[in-house]
């Protein structure tokens, strides 16, 4: 990450915008810069400026626009990349927030996908911009991707940006344009550096080729989702390929190795190490999965924003993790607010896992990978220390995140309360939780079914926002 304080000067077309982020220090100086056309501010966190030529962002199609991402050394201004994107709206609930998630997409000047670094994540042309609204921390998701990383399984690098949008169609670009602090996040995909499987063409249907690679994910539809259900009910999406650009052996062929799967799994002989279900799955990942999710206990994991892959002769492997805004006791939802009990336990969810900790195999697989992780990469002084320091990372920019989007001390979608008025008592909040939390699953991790009865969220006064 970039930490040290940049003074950034950003030259969009004729407009000179000299960004130092933060609030003008007094009135004459703030008639300076207005007749100059400059505003100032100081950041110690890149800026991405959007111009879409006055152009609202639907949620689909994409629309061209121009993007400039910027950042400084202590002693240099750095233009990280500038060019053409096409950028939509994203995600389903979170449409409905007035701080919206978008997507982008690079593109050269024929408007053809581009593979771009941006600020030194490995290069590739699909992007997201997640903007944390219901999330006063403005780091859950950040957290769940990063320490799924440091236990060896892949989830979306990020970086921490502020973000200016000029969808007016203004000639100058200045603080009214400004819509807060985003992670710049890599889309899930196929590639060598994302979700790395083989290709595979409609045209290669031959038992050597079929078999992988293939992406899928259990999520609500959207209306271009292509899609199948397993015999026993489970709804799986097409990711890679999509649903229209597979071949109709393609389609039969990883449709019946779920059935395989879930019959193995549901069958008598399913903790059979031969004829059950590990014969199909990388039992490792499901692990990992299992802890990442209840660790953070994701109120959309294993029922929503649910990825698993599998490559080319390989076996079914869970993941990438995804979505974590509505975690670590941000949420009303199935339990959510609780340390004290299982999230497979009060989310409608596969019935896989159930059936998965039913193996006592399975189970002391489990224990001990939580063990061995609790020494070393989830060590609570390891998550807590990673939270003050991303606290201390954002302490410039969140001050005007919040200036500009006023949801402290107010209720907003999925929050239970209590809802508190400062920055600081949202990271205090957290940081409580997850030590509760790390506690109970060290007691409980033997017995990962006994959960007790879900209770109602808390009730508290507050203003609401939603």
Not at 9 to 23: A, E, H, M, P, T
Not at 24 to 30: I, P, R
Not at 360 to 386: C, D, I, P, S, Y
């Amino acid at each position: 990450m970039y930490r040290s304080k940049r003074n950034i000067l950003i030259l969009l077309g004729s407009v000179i915008l000299s960004l130092n982020i933060g609030c003008f220090t007094n009135a004459a100086q703030q008639s300076e810069f207005s007749a100059n056309h400059t505003e100032t501010y100081t950041s110690n966190l890149p800026l991405i400026i959007i111009n879409t030529f006055g152009k609202w962002i639907p949620d689909d199609p994409k629309i061209p626009a121009r993007i400039k991402i910027v950042y400084n050394t202590l002693d240099s201004r750095n233009v990280d990349f500038e060019g053409k994107i096409g950028i939509e709206v994203r995600g389903k609930t979170s449409q409905m927030f007035p701080k919206q998630q978008y997507g982008f997409e690079i593109q050269d000047d024929s408007g053809n996908d581009k593979d771009v670094s941006l600020l030194g994540l490995p290069a590739e042309s699909d992007w997201v911009l997640n903007g944390p609204y219901s999330d006063k921390t403005l780091m859950r998701n950040y957290l769940a991707y990063e320490f799924s990383n440091r236990i060896g399984r892949y989830a979306s690098r990020t970086r921490f940006v502020e973000v200016f949008l000029n969808d007016s169609g203004d000639t100058r670009i200045g603080g009214k344009h400004y819509v807060g602090v985003y992670l710049l996040m890599e889309k899930i995909k196929r590639g060598k550096k994302r979700v790395n499987i083989s290709s595979l063409k409609p045209t290669q249907n031959s038992p050597s080729e079929i078999t992988g690679g293939y992406i899928l994910k259990i999520d609500k539809l959207d209306w271009y989702d292509t899609f199948f259900s397993t015999r026993y009910g489970t709804q799986l999406i097409h990711v890679y390929p999509r649903g229209r650009e597979m071949s109709p052996a393609q389609k039969v062929w990883i449709r019946e190795y779920m059935n395989a799967f879930e019959s193995a799994l549901a069958g008598k002989d399913f903790a059979d190490p031969k004829r059950g279900y590990a014969q199909y799955i990388d039992v490792d990942s499901f692990i990992d999965h299992f802890i990442i999710n209840e660790l953070f206990k994701n109120t959309d994991g294993f029922r929503n924003s649910t990825y698993m892959y599998k490559d080319r002769d390989a076996k079914l492997k869970m993941g990438p993790v995804w979505d974590f805004n509505l975690s670590m006791g941000n949420t009303v939802f199935y339990g959510g607010w609780e340390t004290d009990s299982w999230l497979i336990d009060t989310n409608p969810v596969p019935f896989w896992w159930r059936r998965l900790l039913a193996d006592e195999n399975f189970k002391q697989r489990l224990v001990k990978r939580w063990q061995t992780l609790r020494e070393n990469e989830l060590a609570t002084a390891k998550l807590l220390n990673e939270i003050d320091r991303t606290a201390g990372y954002l302490f410039e920019a969140r001050k005007r995140n919040f200036q500009k989007w006023r949801v402290l001390g107010y209720r907003i979608f999925g929050n239970p309360g209590p809802y508190l008025p400062t920055y600081e008592q949202e990271v205090e909040q957290l940081k409580r939780w997850l030590q509760a939390r790390l506690t109970w699953m060290d007691s409980n991790i033997n017995a990962p079914r006994q959960s007790g009865v879900m209770r109602q969220p808390p009730v508290r006064r507050s203003r609401n926002l939603w």
